[in-house]
Protein backbone atom coordinates (compact mmCIF):
# COMPACT_ATOMS: atom_id res chain seq x y z
CA UNK A 1 0.00 0.00 0.00
CA UNK A 2 1.06 3.85 -0.91
CA UNK A 3 2.07 6.02 1.78
CA UNK A 4 -0.94 8.08 1.13
CA UNK A 5 -3.21 4.78 1.33
CA UNK A 6 -2.63 5.36 5.16
CA UNK A 7 -4.53 8.85 5.42
CA UNK A 8 -8.28 9.15 6.69
CA UNK A 9 -8.99 12.05 4.62
CA UNK A 10 -12.10 12.62 7.87
CA UNK A 11 -13.20 16.17 6.65
CA UNK A 12 -15.08 14.57 3.20
CA UNK A 13 -16.97 11.69 5.50
CA UNK A 14 -20.45 12.02 5.69
CA UNK A 15 -21.51 12.37 8.96
CA UNK A 16 -22.58 8.23 9.72
CA UNK A 17 -20.52 4.77 9.73
CA UNK A 18 -17.87 4.41 7.06
CA UNK A 19 -15.42 1.29 6.82
CA UNK A 20 -11.91 0.74 5.56
CA UNK A 21 -9.54 -1.58 5.00
CA UNK A 22 -5.52 -2.28 5.52
CA UNK A 23 -3.52 -4.97 4.74
CA UNK A 24 0.01 -4.43 6.64
CA UNK A 25 2.74 -6.34 5.44
CA UNK A 26 6.08 -7.23 6.18
CA UNK A 27 7.14 -4.29 4.33
CA UNK A 28 5.23 -2.02 6.46
CA UNK A 29 5.84 -3.63 9.63
CA UNK A 30 9.51 -2.78 8.78
CA UNK A 31 9.10 0.59 7.71
CA UNK A 32 7.25 1.98 10.39
CA UNK A 33 8.84 0.11 13.60
CA UNK A 34 12.13 -0.64 15.74
CA UNK A 35 13.02 -3.94 15.90
CA UNK A 36 10.04 -5.57 17.80
CA UNK A 37 8.71 -7.76 15.22
CA UNK A 38 10.48 -8.71 11.89
CA UNK A 39 7.41 -8.67 10.16
CA UNK A 40 4.10 -9.63 9.52
CA UNK A 41 0.82 -10.43 7.27
CA UNK A 42 -2.11 -8.27 9.05
CA UNK A 43 -5.39 -7.68 8.15
CA UNK A 44 -7.46 -4.46 9.74
CA UNK A 45 -11.07 -3.50 9.42
CA UNK A 46 -11.37 0.02 10.11
CA UNK A 47 -15.33 1.37 11.27
CA UNK A 48 -15.11 5.12 11.46
CA UNK A 49 -18.00 6.36 13.26
CA UNK A 50 -18.80 10.25 12.34
CA UNK A 51 -20.18 12.74 14.51
CA UNK A 52 -20.34 16.42 14.82
CA UNK A 53 -17.05 16.83 16.67
CA UNK A 54 -15.72 13.68 17.09
CA UNK A 55 -14.86 10.46 15.46
CA UNK A 56 -15.23 6.72 16.78
CA UNK A 57 -12.22 4.61 15.03
CA UNK A 58 -12.60 1.10 16.05
CA UNK A 59 -9.96 -1.21 14.67
CA UNK A 60 -10.49 -4.81 13.95
CA UNK A 61 -6.96 -6.67 13.96
CA UNK A 62 -6.36 -10.04 12.61
CA UNK A 63 -3.61 -11.92 10.91
CA UNK A 64 0.42 -12.87 11.81
CA UNK A 65 3.33 -11.22 12.99
CA UNK A 66 6.87 -13.13 12.73
CA UNK A 67 8.49 -12.58 15.74
CA UNK A 68 11.41 -14.26 18.13
CA UNK A 69 10.17 -16.78 20.93
CA UNK A 70 11.18 -15.26 24.36
CA UNK A 71 12.03 -18.60 25.77
CA UNK A 72 14.34 -20.33 23.11
CA UNK A 73 14.76 -17.41 20.07
CA UNK A 74 13.12 -19.39 17.53
CA UNK A 75 11.22 -17.81 14.89
CA UNK A 76 7.73 -17.36 15.00
CA UNK A 77 4.64 -16.80 12.98
CA UNK A 78 2.33 -15.62 16.12
CA UNK A 79 -1.70 -15.27 15.39
CA UNK A 80 -3.04 -12.08 16.70
CA UNK A 81 -6.59 -11.10 16.58
CA UNK A 82 -8.49 -8.01 18.45
CA UNK A 83 -9.46 -4.88 18.70
CA UNK A 84 -8.80 -1.26 19.39
CA UNK A 85 -10.34 1.94 19.38
CA UNK A 86 -9.64 5.57 19.73
CA UNK A 87 -11.89 8.62 19.92
CA UNK A 88 -10.44 11.70 17.94
CA UNK A 89 -12.50 14.49 19.24
CA UNK A 90 -12.17 17.81 17.65
CA UNK A 91 -10.54 20.95 19.65
CA UNK A 92 -9.08 24.14 19.55
CA UNK A 93 -5.96 22.49 21.04
CA UNK A 94 -4.39 19.58 19.44
CA UNK A 95 -0.94 18.95 21.53
CA UNK A 96 -2.25 17.07 24.11
CA UNK A 97 -3.52 13.58 24.43
CA UNK A 98 -4.89 11.40 26.63
CA UNK A 99 -5.30 7.54 27.21
CA UNK A 100 -8.04 7.24 24.66
CA UNK A 101 -8.54 10.33 23.45
CA UNK A 102 -7.09 12.25 20.43
CA UNK A 103 -7.23 15.72 19.98
CA UNK A 104 -7.24 17.26 16.50
CA UNK A 105 -7.20 20.85 15.73
CA UNK A 106 -10.64 21.83 14.04
CA UNK A 107 -8.68 22.89 11.29
CA UNK A 108 -7.29 19.52 10.41
CA UNK A 109 -8.84 17.66 7.70
CA UNK A 110 -6.89 13.82 7.32
CA UNK A 111 -4.93 11.81 10.46
CA UNK A 112 -2.41 9.76 9.43
CA UNK A 113 -3.26 6.46 10.31
CA UNK A 114 -0.09 4.06 10.28
CA UNK A 115 1.09 5.15 13.65
CA UNK A 116 -1.53 3.44 15.16
CA UNK A 117 -2.00 0.79 12.99
CA UNK A 118 1.18 -0.35 13.88
CA UNK A 119 0.73 0.27 17.65
CA UNK A 120 -2.12 -1.68 17.68
CA UNK A 121 -1.26 -4.42 15.55
CA UNK A 122 1.71 -4.89 18.26
CA UNK A 123 -0.75 -4.65 21.20
CA UNK A 124 -2.02 -7.48 20.31
CA UNK A 125 1.06 -9.64 21.24
CA UNK A 126 0.87 -11.01 24.51
CA UNK A 127 3.60 -10.34 27.24
CA UNK A 128 5.41 -12.82 26.43
CA UNK A 129 5.35 -14.65 23.08
CA UNK A 130 6.10 -18.53 23.47
CA UNK A 131 6.41 -21.52 20.41
CA UNK A 132 3.45 -23.25 21.96
CA UNK A 133 1.14 -20.04 21.19
CA UNK A 134 2.56 -19.86 17.47
CA UNK A 135 1.18 -21.51 14.27
CA UNK A 136 4.48 -22.74 12.91
CA UNK A 137 6.19 -24.39 15.74
CA UNK A 138 4.73 -26.52 19.02
CA UNK A 139 7.37 -26.33 21.61
CA UNK A 140 10.55 -24.91 22.10
CA UNK A 141 14.21 -25.58 20.85
CA UNK A 142 15.52 -27.67 24.39
CA UNK A 143 19.12 -27.02 23.72
CA UNK A 144 18.68 -23.19 23.29
CA UNK A 145 15.91 -23.30 26.32
CA UNK A 146 18.43 -24.25 28.58
CA UNK A 147 20.60 -21.76 27.69
CA UNK A 148 18.59 -18.92 27.73
CA UNK A 149 17.40 -20.06 31.24
CA UNK A 150 20.38 -19.40 33.44
CA UNK A 151 19.84 -15.79 31.57
CA UNK A 152 17.55 -14.01 33.73
CA UNK A 153 17.24 -11.28 31.62
CA UNK A 154 15.20 -12.62 28.67
CA UNK A 155 12.14 -12.17 30.85
CA UNK A 156 12.26 -8.46 31.21
CA UNK A 157 9.32 -6.98 28.67
CA UNK A 158 10.90 -4.57 26.28
CA UNK A 159 10.70 -0.99 27.58
CA UNK A 160 9.10 0.10 24.28
CA UNK A 161 6.50 -2.75 24.23
CA UNK A 162 5.74 -1.89 27.92
CA UNK A 163 5.10 2.33 27.23
CA UNK A 164 2.62 1.42 24.48
CA UNK A 165 0.40 -0.67 26.40
CA UNK A 166 0.29 1.61 29.18
CA UNK A 167 -0.40 4.66 26.14
CA UNK A 168 -3.17 2.78 24.66
CA UNK A 169 -5.24 1.08 26.61
CA UNK A 170 -6.87 -2.44 24.78
CA UNK A 171 -9.97 -2.27 23.84
CA UNK A 172 -11.50 -5.89 24.91
ZN1 LIG B 1 10.51 -21.29 21.94
Known amino acids: MLKRDF ?31 DGGEVNVLLTVDKANTQLDLLFKIDGELFVTCDNCLSHLIYPIKGESRVYVKFAEKSDFTDDEILYVHFDEYKLDLQEMLY ?54
Do not use: W
Open 7 to 37: ELNFKKLAQEEHQFSYHLDTEFFLENGTNLV
Open 119 to 172: DFALLQLPMRKLCADSSNRETCEESTTNRMNENTSNTEVHPELEKLKRLIKKDK
